[in-house]
């Protein structure tokens, strides 16, 4: 569960980073509705000490019980539809004691996790048409479920996280070609489907109804505007409002839209116009680069992670921060139809905030090891590093556990152009040494 870690890889950069975001996030929660700003700070403290503590967990011990995750979670969401609390017309909370839980965020980070170590482990067959059906099969399962809640926004999330995680773990071009011939048609029919149809099958009446008022805007067909619609135009204003320095946090500007309450879930779902009226464009754009920094930081930890499933939880969890939080601020500035996904570190939720953090904790954890000592560089569990003389750079270790359960022989050796000279008469001594050669 724990290792042996060198310090110096620790991450310290993107620690600072999430700090500076998540104080800068509490000053605007508490200027949107200061109700909020206890419980938010608390959430946000017990969170950052949980992304610490895992952070030093190896993610290798948490991607080991990827199916337990994958049935906790589907457990949850079945949870949901039996015993959830109903809101606005959907199912997607559960009450433990006085808290309310989603369990639909859970599945954000859940299905990286799962598909990071499904993928790992069956590399080979990925761009096979039968793994990809069994794969797509398996995660229709969550999704369905999410889409049962209802929650569109959600459900859009999940499936653009597992895409990104599919997508990098190295999917033919043929592959995503023939998906988008097929993909394409698909998504054109149904968007004319439901615009044609007054209360579609495979959607909630209100969910068709923020769709098609998004396409006409006033002039839409029943004639009359959601009030979707209505919260994205107010938005829309008050960020405009702001100008450039914005209006001032906690002010009392009569013309504030905030303040005479035309902003809806101000501490929630629609932060951003509250960023944006009361910090102006300077603030937004802050906002915007603290979020896109966190995920470069994400991405660069892909790039370095010592393996391909290390590799595929940082892309997922780049793609689950970068994603939402491009539809939530294209939500607010009225480029996407009107849904619920909170903005990243700044929208007030528990569930939210602990997922987000525990997914920061694995991609901490995934950087700290990027450079770790040989002995704990281990392939296989029966395995244990020798080095024959101090003369040279080869180790090896003898393994039943490697590829097809036979004895193995794993080299370890270093880079041709390093020692170029020895290397290929270490390697012979090594295999004499072990009856190979």
């Known amino acids: 569960m724990f290792k042996k870690y060198k310090m110096r890889s620790y991450n310290y950069r993107l620690i600072i980073l999430?700090?500076?975001?998540?104080?800068?996030?509490?000053?605007?929660?508490?200027?949107?509705?200061?109700?909020?700003?206890?419980?938010?700070?608390?959430?946000?403290?017990?969170?950052?000490?949980?992304?610490?503590?895992?952070?030093?967990?190896?993610?290798?011990?948490?991607?080991?019980?990827?199916?337990?995750?994958?049935?906790?979670?589907?457990?949850?969401?079945?949870?949901?539809?039996?015993?959830?609390?109903?809101?606005?017309?959907?199912?997607?909370?559960?009450?433990?004691?006085?808290?309310?839980?989603?369990?639909?965020?859970?599945?954000?980070?859940?299905?990286?996790?799962?598909?990071?170590?499904?993928?790992?482990?069956?590399?080979?067959?990925?761009?096979?048409?039968?793994?990809?059906?069994?794969?797509?099969?398996?995660?229709?399962?969550?999704?369905?479920?999410?889409?049962?809640?209802?929650?569109?926004?959600?459900?859009?999330?999940?499936?653009?996280?597992?895409?990104?995680?599919?997508?990098?773990?190295?999917?033919?071009?043929?592959?995503?070609?023939?998906?988008?011939?097929?993909?394409?048609?698909?998504?054109?029919?149904?968007?004319?489907?439901?615009?044609?149809?007054?209360?579609?099958?495979?959607?909630?009446?209100?969910?068709?109804?923020?769709?098609?008022?998004?396409?006409?805007?006033?002039?839409?067909?029943?004639?009359?505007?959601?009030?979707?619609?209505?919260?994205?135009?107010?938005?829309?204003?008050?960020?405009?409002?702001?100008q450039l320095s914005g209006k001032g946090l906690n002010n009392d500007d009569p013309s504030s839209l905030k303040n005479a309450g035309y902003i809806a879930e101000a501490q929630n779902d629609f932060i951003f116009a509250v960023i944006g009226e009361e910090l102006g464009f300077t603030g937004s754009v802050i906002t915007i680069l603290l979020l896109f920094t966190i995920v470069i930081e994400c991405i660069i930890t892909a790039v370095r992670a010592k393996d391909l499933e290390g590799r595929l939880i940082c892309c997922g969890v780049a793609a689950y921060i970068a994603f939402q939080t491009f539809i939530n601020i294209g939500v607010v500035t009225k480029l996407l139809p009107n849904t619920g996904l909170p903005l990243p570190f700044f929208s007030c939720g528990v569930t939210s905030l602990v997922n987000l953090f525990a997914a920061m904790g694995i991609v901490l954890n995934i950087n700290l090891q990027r450079n770790v000592d040989r002995d704990d560089e281990i392939f296989a569990d029966d395995a244990e590093w020798i080095r024959p003389h101090e003369e040279t750079a080869l180790w090896y270790y003898k393994s039943s556990l490697v590829c097809t359960g036979k004895e193995t022989l794993v080299v370890s050796m270093p880079h041709p152009n390093r020692a170029a000279k020895n290397w290929t008469l270490e390697l012979e001594k090594v295999l004499r040494a072990t009856g190979r050669l």
Request: aromatic letters at 12%; proline letters at 3%.
């Open 18 to 242: 999430i700090a500076v975001t998540c104080a800068y996030a509490l000053t605007v929660v508490n200027s949107a509705n200061s109700e909020y700003t206890l419980k938010q700070g608390v959430g946000m403290a017990a969170a950052f000490l949980m992304m610490i503590f895992i952070s030093f967990v190896d993610y290798k011990f948490i991607t080991k019980y990827y199916w337990l995750w994958y049935i906790l979670g589907n457990i949850l969401l079945i949870l949901v539809l039996i015993a959830g609390k109903e809101s606005h017309g959907a199912k997607r909370w559960l009450g433990v004691g006085s808290f309310q839980i989603q369990p639909s965020e859970f599945m954000k980070l859940i299905v990286a996790i799962f598909l990071a170590k499904v993928i790992t482990m069956y590399k080979d067959r990925l761009n096979t048409w039968k793994f990809l059906t069994i794969l797509a099969l398996v995660l229709l399962v969550p999704i369905l479920l999410i889409v049962k809640e209802p929650d569109l926004s959600t459900t859009v999330m999940v499936v653009l996280i597992i895409l990104t995680v599919i997508f990098c773990a190295g999917l033919s071009y043929k592959i995503i070609g023939g998906a988008l011939l097929i993909v394409v048609p698909l998504v054109a029919a149904f968007l004319v489907y439901i615009i044609a149809t007054p209360d579609p099958i495979f959607m909630e009446k209100y969910q068709r109804n923020r769709i098609v008022d998004f396409i006409y805007g006033s002039d839409s067909t029943d004639g009359n505007i959601s009030a979707g619609v209505y919260q994205q135009n107010y938005a829309v204003q008050a960020i405009g409002s702001g």
